[in-house]
Structures are given as C-alpha cells and as structure tokens.
C-alpha cells in the first residue's frame, strides 16, 4: 500500500476515443500533481492542485483535462490524444510544500494506438 | 529556474561492487529540497532520501549513503556492496522550500541513471 493509488495501470486507447485515469492518496494530503514520463525523457510535470484548486498547468494540450473533485482524489481526462502522448503517467501527493516529500503512485502506462 | 542534472544515462555494475550516482542542481533559492528516488521496472517511484539545503551532513541507511555538498552542488548517492536488486533507475530531484499557499510545488526531476546490477 503506497498511500497514492492510481487506476488503470494499463490503458490502450484510439486517437478518437475518451478515457479518465484515476488517482487517489489516503495519506490526507492537500496538494495533488499529474507527471508524464516519455522514453528517454525527465519527467515532467503537467498539472498542480493545491487545496483542490489548479495552482499551475505547465502548458499542456487541451486534450488533458484534468479534475480535482477533493483533496483525495485527481483525475486527468483525455480525449483525442495523438501517439505522442503514450506514456508512464505519474500520480504524486505532497502536505505543503516540497519540505515533506511528495507520495508517488505506480503510474497508468497509456499507449495511443 | 531549476534544473537538476544526472550526467550518467546507465551504469552496469557486478554484484557487490560499490557504486555512485551523480547529481548536481542548480537553483536561485536558498532554501531547498533533494530528493532520491528509484524506479523499478514496476513503474512506481520509491521514496530513498530527502535533504534540506541547510542540512550537510553526510547520510548512511544501510548500504545507502548519501554526499551533499552545497559547494559544488552536488547530492550524490552512493550503494556499497550492489545487489541484484538494486537494478532500477535512480531520480534526484529539487523542490524548492516554499509555494503557493497550501503547498503544491514544483518537483523538478534529473534524466535518471540506469544501474544495472548483474551476477
């Protein structure tokens, strides 16, 4: 039990397709954050909710929406993605700032076919 | 801005050689936060060590041990005595120490560094 689960670990979707990846953390945490990891590339952060509002949306396609309905759970919305957009999509979790570590969940491997 | 540099892309070691992990940052602010963390074929990100930018000492859990020096900008990370286990990729990372109200920082991550430990 990692405290920060993510569903569904495995996704294969069409270009035309609509789907939502789940995250939820029971660790009572108030700041919430979508990573993308690419092959051969740093991860990068997408979106930061803090409090349960977007605190920064780190200039990322329309084609991510993502949702914070309360602090224990994130969604990320995806609809007509492109195959660039296959990726680890990373779940993470933090209390405050960066002084108290950040929870990361085991990610959705999404492949866009 | 931030940016966190892990200059070796994939290392293979032999069981039970020592082995060290690079990691050198760069940040305006004075007060931060360095972060390890490791990756497994798995996918999830496991916690190993954070340290704040006013603490240098030196730390040791286990086969793990950990050199910061704020002088050189660097924080890296160290295994003695490999095991097979330990094969994964290894992220530092920085944060800086204060955000927006409530938290929600920006945790900027290195490229990552392959340790292949093998028999």
């Known amino acids: 039990e990692t405290g920060v689960t993510q569903t569904p670990r495995h996704l294969v979707m069409g270009m035309t397709n609509k789907k939502s990846l789940k995250c939820e953390q029971h660790?009572?945490?108030?700041?919430m954050y979508w990573y993308k990891q690419s092959a051969k590339k740093p991860l990068e952060l997408m979106f930061v909710y803090s409090l349960e509002e977007r605190v920064e949306n780190n200039s990322v396609p329309s084609r991510f929406s993502p949702e914070c309905p309360n602090s224990s759970h994130l969604f990320l919305h995806l609809h007509t993605l492109q195959p660039e957009d296959s990726a680890l999509y990373l779940c993470?979790?933090?209390?405050?700032?960066?002084?108290?570590?950040?929870?990361f969940g085991s990610g959705t491997r999404l492949t866009v076919v | 801005a931030q940016k966190v540099t892990q200059a070796q892309t994939e290392i293979s070691v032999v069981e039970k050689e020592d082995v060290t992990l690079d990691c050198v940052y760069e940040t305006r602010d004075t007060t931060y936060y360095l972060f390890w963390y490791k990756q497994p074929p798995s996918g999830e990100l496991v916690f190993l060590i954070r340290r704040n930018s006013f603490d240098e000492q030196n730390e040791i859990s286990g086969r793990y041990s950990w050199n910061f020096q704020k002088s050189t900008s660097s924080f890296n990370f160290t295994i003695t005595a490999s095991q097979v286990v330990d094969s994964a990729v290894y992220f530092c990372?920085?944060?800086?120490?204060?955000?927006?109200?409530?938290?929600?920082?920006?945790?900027?991550f290195g490229t990552g560094t392959q340790l292949k430990v093998e028999l």
């Open positions: 993470a979790s933090s209390q405050g700032a960066g002084k108290y570590g950040y929870t």
């Open positions: 990372a920085l944060s800086e120490a204060e955000g927006v109200t409530g938290g929600g920082n920006k945790l900027t």
């Open positions: 660790l009572g945490h108030n700041a």
